[in-house]
């Protein structure tokens, strides 16, 4: 066992193996495979190995997982310039459209290849949109529905497993796909450079003012605090929210406010500093703590029904994300976002966006749309889609 501080030391250690095996292999840098995926699988497979070994097998405290993750989306929540959002806002509801859409026929495909297969239709959920767009949280909520009142034997098992196997490809697929709509269509002369000035301060204030970075730290953990509040009483509603909701709502208002009123300075550049850290952390502990043998153990029907999964994801984002929202260098870098939270989780879609924009130009509208709807949209309407094919079988 693993304590939360040597949980951290492996997760480090696996991103700085992530980063060096990205520079000395052309296919990991030209693909836009993320770093923290690169080497927290390698890990993830190692431990995979000494377990069906019977050497060892190891367990984790993720405690500074879900610290990290909370970190990541306030600092994604100083982002929310009320302008941006503003300029965005048709876009905003087109996106979530998409993202209904992608649910919907994730389920139905789901059933559809149980059937054919000769399995229950619930069977088939268990690898839907539940795991697929809900990620390990709502597999495991769902999971228990379908295990303990649908009468589904090992829907946990399936659904958590169908979740893992979504976190890895939707990482995978996204930066190979959004870079190839980027080179195929030459979407970089469709690119808008200074829109990066909307999310970070004047790079040369930003490299003088180191000390900035202490007052950037107070804003974080003085959203994070308060946002625990915010989450605490949206839970009262009866609706389910990420932990992290709270947070990105208090940060969008501080930016906001010190913006209007001119009172005080949002350290822009230091809190996307910091955010970026804290995602890679979260990535690479999340990607070490894989149990890929779950995976293994999974029957060759389940494996048919996530091979498909896999496919309606890359065709869904390629032909309808990327031309619905515009054709342009934002569309392709939202198409790779799209495969992070489409099949695993919000942080793996930003790691995506984020190995594109590194090997390329920033996109704020990206980086702004894609957590509104992997964080603040998808978990609601994903709820609302799973009952309602619940209910129908």
């Given amino acids: ?64 997982k879900n610290v990290c993750m909370v970190l990541f989306f306030t600092s994604v929540g100083f982002q929310a310039n009320l302008k941006v959002l503003k300029s965005g806002g048709v876009q905003l509801v087109v996106l979530l459209g998409c993202v209904v859409t992608l649910m919907a026929l994730q389920n139905t495909l789901a059933v559809g290849l149980a059937s054919l297969l000769g399995l229950d239709p619930l069977v088939g959920l268990c690898t839907g949109s539940i795991p697929m767009v809900g990620g390990h949280a709502t597999a495991g909520a769902f999971g228990r529905v379908l295990q303990e009142e649908m009468g589904v034997n090992g829907a946990v098992t399936m659904a958590t497993a169908a979740a893992t196997f979504g976190l890895v490809a939707g990482s995978l697929l996204g930066g190979p796909l959004g870079r190839r709509l980027i080179v195929r269509h030459d979407l970089l002369k469709t690119a808008v450079k200074e829109d990066d000035s909307l999310l970070v301060e004047d790079e040369e204030k930003h490299h003088r003012k180191v000390s900035m970075y202490q007052p950037a730290v107070y804003q974080l953990v003085i959203a994070m605090g308060a946002g625990t509040v915010v989450s605490a009483l949206l839970t009262k509603t009866g609706l389910t929210f990420p932990i992290y909701i709270g947070a990105m709502l208090v940060a969008a208002v501080i930016r906001n406010v010190g913006e209007f009123t001119g009172r005080y300075v949002v350290h822009m550049g230091e809190n996307e500093d910091l955010g970026n850290i804290a995602l890679s952390l979260f990535l690479g502990i999340a990607m070490i703590t894989l149990k890929l043998w779950e995976l293994a153990e999974l029957a060759l029907p389940l494996v048919v029904l996530l091979s498909g999964q896999f496919l309606l ?75 309602f094919f619940i209910n129908l079988f």
């Fill in 313 to 387: 994801m890359a065709v869904f984002a390629y032909f309808v994300v990327f031309n619905v929202m515009g054709r342009d260098y934002d569309a392709a870098v939202l198409t790779a976002g799209t495969c992070g939270f489409g099949m695993g989780a919000t942080p793996n879609a930003m790691a995506n966006m984020q190995a594109i924009t590194q090997r390329y130009v920033p996109s704020v509208k990206a980086f702004l749309l894609v957590p509104l709807v992997g964080s603040l949209f998808a978990d609601f309407f994903n709820s609302l889609v799973i009952t």
């Fill in 1 to 64: 066992m693993l304590d939360m501080y040597q949980t951290l030391f492996a997760a480090v250690l696996a991103l700085f193996a992530g980063g060096a095996l990205k520079k000395r292999i052309r296919f990991l840098e030209k693909f836009c495979i993320p770093a923290p995926v690169i080497g927290g699988l390698l890990f993830a497979v190692a431990s995979c190995v000494l377990y069906a070994a019977g050497v060892m097998e190891f367990s984790f405290d993720e405690t500074l």
